[in-house]
Structures are given as C-alpha cells and as structure tokens.
C-alpha cells in the first residue's frame, strides 16, 4: 500500500478518492478538503474570530486543529453536561489539547453555572437526553459567541453526521428541516452564524486525523445517545456505501447543489423578540431554554401510580432537536 | 396468533399494520389497499378498459387478479422477452392463471416479431440489459394500449419497488427523475395513461396475496438483473423497515404528499412527432425503441483488439432507465 501521492508508505485507503495516502498526504488532504468547504461555502473570512464548540470527541478537537493550522484565529468552548464520566473526560481531553496546543478554552460548567444536568434536566422537563442537551449547547455556543465578540462558530459535524440527518429528514420527507439543513446558518436576529467546516470528511478520516496527529479524545459514544436513530441510518448508508464508494459523499453534496433550493423558505425572524429572562432573541417571552432551566432546577411533585407517564416523550416519532436544526 | 378482525386463526403479520390476518381478511386487506390507491389517486374509473402489463411474476398476477375482483375490465399483455427459461417459465404462468381465471391474455413473442432477444438485442445495442428491457417493454405497452383501443395501463410496479426507485433518485438526487416519480402519468402526446395500483403493497404481501389465492408464479428473479443497484436499495431500506416497521410506506408515501410537488416540472411535449418508422410519438425522427430494434438485428461487424470497448456501458454510473421513468 504506498502513498497515491509521494509513493511511500501508506497507513489509510480512502475508496471514495480510489487513493492511499502517508501521514502527511493525509494531513494535507484533511486540511485541503477543510480549506475547500470554506471556500465553497464562504463560510470564513481570514479575520474572522471564530469559536469551535468542542465536545472532546474527534471531530471538534480535529476540526479545531485543522482551523489552527490554516492560520484562523480559533478559541475552543466546551460546556460541561453533567454526565458523569463521559463529560469529566471530554472536558479533560479538550483541557488537555488547548494545553498542548497553547490555544484558549472556554468553559461553561451546566450544574454549578444553571444548576442541573443533562440526565435530570431531560427528565425534570421531559424531553429526551438528546433533545435537552442540543437545546442546552446551541444557546450556549450562541450566548459565548455573541458575548465574546465572535464572528462565527464552527462545529464538527462531519459527512456521516450531515448524511444522516438528510437520510432521516428524506425517509420523513420533513420538508422543513430539509430547508434549513445547510453546511452554513448566517447570523439572523440576534443569533452568530455557523459552519460546518468537515462536511467533506467522513468520521473514519476524523478518527485517523486525531491518531496522525497525536491528538487524545473520548472514543466512546455518549451514553445517551443509546438507540438514536441517527445511529441506524448510518449503518443503512454505510451499506450502501460499501457497495458504491462515494455515495454518501454525493448523497449529501448533490442534495446541497441540486436539490436544497427547493426546500428552502425565507425565514420571517426580522421582528424576533427577546428573553424576558436572559436577553436571547425569541420568538416568545420566555426562551426554550430558560423554560428548560425552569423547569429542570424545579422540585417535581411526587405523583403516585397512573397518573405520571414516564418517559411518555420519548417513545414518540417526534424528531429531536438534531434533526429540526441541524 | 388471531386475525386481528375476526379471531380466527392468522397466517400473517403486518407490522406496519400493526395487526395479523386470516386469509379472508388479509385477501380484503389486499383489495381494500388497491381500491383506496385507485380512489387516492384517482387512477381508474369504473369503465374504463384496462391493460395490465404482465410479466409472470407475483406483482402483475396479483393487481391483475384484484382488479378482477373489484369488477374491472381487465385483460393482460405480456412481452415474449427471449430470456431463456426464465420468459418461458413467466409466459407459461401468464397464460396458465388468464385459462382458469377467463380471462384475456394478449401476447407479443419478441424474437418472432421484432427478430431479437434481450440478451442479444442489448449487446448488439450497447445498453444494459434492464435498459433495452426497459425500453422495449415500455414500447410495446403503449402500443398495445393504442392499438387496442385500452383507456389505462396498469403496472405491478409494488411499494418496495417504487421506494427502492425513489431511494435510489434520492441517493443521487436526480431532480428530473424524482419530478416524474409518481403512481399514475396522464395521458400525454399518444403516450396512454399509466398507473400504479400496488403502491400500498409490498412485495411479501404479493406473495402471500399469490399463495393464498393459489395463483402461481415465477418466482426466481430475472437472470440478467443481477447486480441491479435497486436490489441494495432494497436491502438498505429493508434494514430500516425492520427497526422502524411502517418507514418504508412513509419515506414513499410522505414523499408524494409533501415533497413530489418541489420537483415537478411542466412537460413540454404537445409538440411531439411521430416516428417516421412505427408511428409512436417520439421527439426525433426515429424513436428510441426503432433505433433499439435496427441496432439489435444489424449483423455486427468483427472488430479486433483493444478498439472494442467490452461493456463499456455496463459499468458506468448512469441511471437505468427504470429510475428514469419509474
């Protein structure tokens, strides 16, 4: 197996690209296919401030690192959830990057700043784990951005990601989310805009990304996260792409460049309000958030019997926050 | 397991149904899902005179077999395809259910007629085999509908069928093809109206339909269509079926309702022609099936070494023409 590029040895096989590539040439790849979606996209300026939000899985840290390497002035912020060990690791291993790295880490820790977590908040408000975290981080990625002055925020959502979230809003035809499922969100009424800058790179090439690189992250999944059905319309992609290299990557790129258009609406959010509570741009007095944080720091009354339905919320076919905003 | 209508004893499950059946209810079942496709969307109207396109496979049998049984004027046409055993074994399964059932089979052998088969035909042509299939049955179909003064022909195109075709047009997002996508197309320029009973079926319940009915069928798949792609965007969406009993029907189903109309595109073609040949409506002076048949019956001239490029047509990525015109 030698490098499609310099001829030596090879440690990765890209079939989509019908290539092999050494360390380097894959490091080069990695950063080239990051520089394209930029580009394509406009999604950065050179002088913009930009801020990663990290998760201290492989795709944030490998997406921080890349932007740092091309030369962006990129700050990381990691918002501690409360799930027991899996959030204490994650927040370590992007500690321990932006240590490395000499880059700056912000952090917001949920339990001692808001008073709950992620487990308890989720059922306090019922909603599932899922629906409550992405609600819970895009407020505070969006109130770090706008509070410390950062043009956009990137986040790491890589081809599989994007590629299953358009399966799942196709296999439901939710035309409404299929509108706004882009690679970039502008800044609209209040809110920073956002970018995903790994939507050419699939989460093996992230994965080898972070080896290359010596870079340390959680492998495990979170344990939320267990029985989403984004998990499963990975595995159905992947079938199809075992069998045809290159179609998921065409799946969500000709979806963008063919197709999207058709889906998309203008967005009446010129006459957004604000939180009553917190300032955020809403549409109703209240924010979903604060509504959460209410809820999740308010003593439950102990109901007996029949009459409290557990879990009701999540054995529905209602689709989670991920796929609505994604 | 009870039939979930009459407690008598069940032979099937629908899981998307959520409910089991004995054979008479299931036999309503089937019936009862092709009069409300029909009414749905408007497909057949009592008087009408009805072509069913047969192949000697469970599908055409079975919608054959119901519309029987809802009282319409249906006789059959099948296309000779010169498939070996396999157009024997389809044919003599066609003729054997229209002599015990009384019913009218009409019948073009292609060899006899035409001069060619479909293996040969498609070689000497270059197409694939499912292409010169396609073409030519589509080509006959018509024509036996004008020539017979039929007001529709009906297909036994089943659920699984029509969400593998839209699978594989999402896939690629070929927006041409997803806007002609749909369980009848109008009457248009000498071309007859074209319609899809079974969209509410899928392909098990046709089997059992066949089984419980006694009808008998050619079970093996056509020889030449193996390695067809629709085959692994089957298997990919029966993956997702199986967690989610009832995706199937709504990624089809939903798709009509909410996002079909996005695609549509307005058919410029009042101004067709007509083959200077066979008289079909056609937008050249000699229509593709014409073409086809001159290509398939020309004595092909030996040619040496490596100017013969060997399927090359085979193995490029363009769409058969069933995702074209589904």
Request: hydrophobic share 25%.
């Given at each position: 197996m030698k490098c499609t590029v310099c001829r030596g040895p090879a440690i990765i096989d890209i079939r989509r690209h019908n290539a092999y590539f050494c360390p380097e040439h894959f490091l080069r790849l990695c950063r080239d296919q990051v520089a394209k979606a930029i580009k394509d996209f406009s999604m950065l300026e050179p002088a913009d401030r930009v801020l990663v939000a990290v998760s201290g899985g492989k795709d944030s840290l490998a997406v921080w690192d890349i932007l740092l390497e091309l030369g962006y002035r990129a700050d990381g912020f990691i918002v501690g959830l409360g799930i027991g060990a899996y959030s204490s690791s994650s927040t370590q291993h992007a500690r321990a990057y932006a240590v490395r790295r000499g880059a700056n880490l912000l952090e917001v820790d949920l339990p001692t700043?808001?008073?709950?977590d992620i487990p308890e908040g989720a059922k306090a408000a019922r909603r599932t784990p899922c629906s409550a975290c992405g609600l819970t981080k895009r407020h505070l990625f969006d109130k770090a951005a706008v509070d410390g002055g950062y043009d956009v925020v990137v986040t790491g959502h890589n081809l599989d990601d994007e590629a299953a979230v358009l399966f799942g809003n196709v296999l439901h035809w939710h035309t409404d989310y299929l509108g706004r499922q882009a690679p970039v969100l502008p800044a609209r009424g209040g809110f920073p805009k956002k970018v995903k800058p790994?939507?050419?790179?699939?989460e093996r090439e992230m994965a080898a990304y972070c080896v290359v690189r010596g870079i340390e992250y959680i492998v495990e999944e979170c344990p939320m996260a267990e029985g989403n059905r984004h998990l499963h319309y990975k595995e159905a992609l992947n079938a199809v792409e075992a069998r045809s290299p290159g179609a998921k990557f065409d799946f969500y790129h000709r979806y963008l460049a063919n197709a999207a258009a058709a889906f998309r609406v203008a967005e009446a959010d010129d006459d957004l309000g604000s939180c009553?509570?917190?300032?955020?741009?809403?549409?109703?007095?209240?924010?979903a958030f604060c509504r959460l944080v209410e809820r999740a720091t308010t003593p439950q009354p102990v109901t007996l019997g029949p009459r409290r339905r557990r879990g009701?919320?999540?054995?529905?076919d209602r689709p989670t926050i991920e796929e609505r905003t994604p």
């Open positions: 700043t808001y008073g709950y790994l939507v050419r790179l699939g009553e509570r917190c300032g955020a741009p809403c549409s109703n007095e209240i924010c009701a919320n999540t054995t529905t």
